[in-house]
């Protein structure tokens, strides 16, 4: 069972995922990310599923049998958990430090049965039904008492932490609510005390004015390259209805999800050659109900540079690329031609590596 | 100029470097390190001295010329500085977000004069005065009154956002107080109302009486894992005579904490065939005399793995090697071994890459 220890001056907890460990060996490498699997051999792929444990859910074709091919999207137990779902939350001190053991849930959700499709390049129907999985999981999982907080996040690309290929997303539920959530909530909190006003709404409204770094706009969202952007084309996908879960969306809404974080998605592929990324949604704690206070999105982060020791000490990234300028060049992309070049590079980031 | 422009919902502050400024095809390569230079390109080896700007200070050979060969540690602006020394320090509101020019100071602390001499390899007295640099360059700073923090830092490796081989550290100026440092120093003050006890001397008691974590020792400091530390082999160097600065450091601890860096990078160089890595001196801010609050130490994280979305999304790091467990690899490190193996090899992670 992995444990979650807590750093003594920060408050910040950590999994150590012993059932992980590694000895030195297997990190003088010095490429953390492992090779590509071929495709007879990923466990992902449809007729592979034997190769992953049971499946939690899936949308099928009917007749089809769980856990055999026929799907369309699936989730199933990430075979390596970083937090393990069986038993309850115990908690103890070590002398000065606090422990608790690593009750969870870890999952992935394979977005398509096709190894080489990106997400970018699905259908905007299909990357809908991946976004209802993502909700319909949230909303089995904040049921259960134990877990404060449900993360669900992509890595795309090895440089940003991907070790598979097959297209895929994952989904972390925590016993505790972590730093940077509560971070988030204390601020959004801290501005609605101080002007009676959502902080991500007066966002939408001036970045929607200004227009210097939006990428893009459809009845439901926005998407731009937030001021104080972290890292060079770092971007926000922003609902304009006010709403603290993600799993309040609406059904139109998802619609207008789903074709914004496409065509986002594909205007990063062609602007910056298919770049390694993680996105996030952040969204407010299970069983928070404070609808005034958070308003949830997604961030997208391309991995185009190193954070070293300076931002590490401090916090303070240093972003190379103003997000105006950001935003500017992806406006720009021709839609078209990132259609055709999906077609045929859409996984090129897993294959070229480093 | 380079700007620092703060996220309106969490108050972090990111630096827009504008001067550095990428574009799209910049990026493109995805391996962010750029290629190491040969050594007559060098601009941090002897007689190179008029590539880089004017040297702010030196220690030297009598009777050797500023800006010529002749020094053992030199200390010089870093020439793509991530904030600017000239100017007064300017506030402003952009519509809803806050603004700052980037006032502040970057330097770089040339370890040796020895292109292909890796700093865990120097001689004692050598590691010394690079120490005594960093204190020299600290104190003068510190004078500066628009300059809250000074954060001292070495990037190791391409991986570890390093862009020249040649040893060297560097130091930034910031004209506010970085979040992570004032995180760690709430966190220690917080410790001290509920405890009245310094949590680093607390930890430093714990991890001398259990010496699971310990890895090191000497009558001045210890080098441990931290019972939370965020990546595998993150080990810290802790002083025994609690002082919230760095700069308060006495000529004999000085020696000791030459010793045990030197010992533990080579302990870490053998361990894990010399990982990249970025090390941070943790140190009070400029003018703060809470002696009672806060307690300097180093902290080096070897680059062995991604922080990915889970990472970025929630703050909760996972590590695969339990502290335990890295100390006693860290431990048995035969360092009649390494000593041979520095000579060979100190500076091969920049010629290795990812």
């Known amino acids: ?5 807590r750093d003594p001056i920060t408050g910040e907890w950590v999994v150590i995922a012993s059932e992980r460990s590694k000895r030195p060996s297997d990190f003088t490498a010095h490429s953390p990310g492992r090779e590509e699997q071929d495709r007879e051999k990923c466990p992902f792929c449809p007729s592979n599923e034997s190769m992953t444990p049971p499946e939690i859910m899936a949308f099928r074709q009917p007749g089809s049998q769980r856990n055999g091919p026929g799907w369309w999207v699936r ?11 069986e038993g309850d939350l115990n908690k103890a001190g070590q002398g000065m430090y606090d422990w608790m053991n690593g009750v969870g849930a870890h999952e992935v959700i394979i977005e398509t049965p096709q190894h080489d499709k990106s997400l970018a390049f699905l259908d905007t129907r299909q990357i809908e039904d991946v976004l209802w999985a993502y909700r319909a999981r949230y909303l089995d999982l904040k049921k259960d008492a134990r877990l404060k907080y449900i993360l ?5 690309g090895r440089v ?5 290929g097959h297209p895929h997303s994952q989904l972390v539920a925590t016993p505790i609510i972590p730093g940077v959530v509560a971070a988030e909530l204390q601020g959004a909190r801290r501005y609605m005390e101080y002007r009676d006003r959502c902080v991500f709404c ?3 409204r001036q970045e929607t004015e200004e227009k210097r770094r939006l990428v893009a706009e459809n009845e439901h969202f926005i998407a731009f390259e937030p001021y104080a952007a972290k890292c060079p084309f770092e971007t926000w996908l922003l609902p304009k209805r006010h709403a603290a879960s993600f799993a309040a969306i609406a059904a139109e809404e998802q619609t207008g999800f789903a074709a914004i974080l496409g065509e986002t998605l594909r205007r990063l592929h062609v602007c910056l050659n ?20 958070f308003h949830w999105h997604l961030s997208i982060s391309p991995r185009l540079t190193i954070a070293a020791g300076f931002e590490m000490g401090t916090g303070i990234y240093i972003n190379v ?8 060049y992806l406006r720009e992309v021709d839609l078209e031609a990132a259609a055709l070049s999906g077609e045929e590079s859409g996984v090129a980031s897993e294959s070229g590596g480093e």
């Not at 989730?75 to 779902?85: D, E, M, R, S």
């Not at 690329?321 to 500017?328: S, V």
């Open 274 to 293: 298919d770049p390694p990324y993680n996105y996030n949604i952040h969204t407010a704690p299970c069983n928070t109900d404070d609808q005034e206070d």
């Open 1 to 5: 069972m992995p444990e979650l220890r």
């Open 75 to 85: 989730v199933i137990p990430n075979k390596y958990p970083a937090l393990g779902i």
């Open 321 to 328: 690329t103003p997000p105006e300028t950001a935003a500017e």
């Open 202 to 204: 007066d966002m939408l």
């Open 152 to 156: 669900i996040f992509r890595n795309y």
């Open 160 to 164: 940003a932490g991907a070790s598979l």
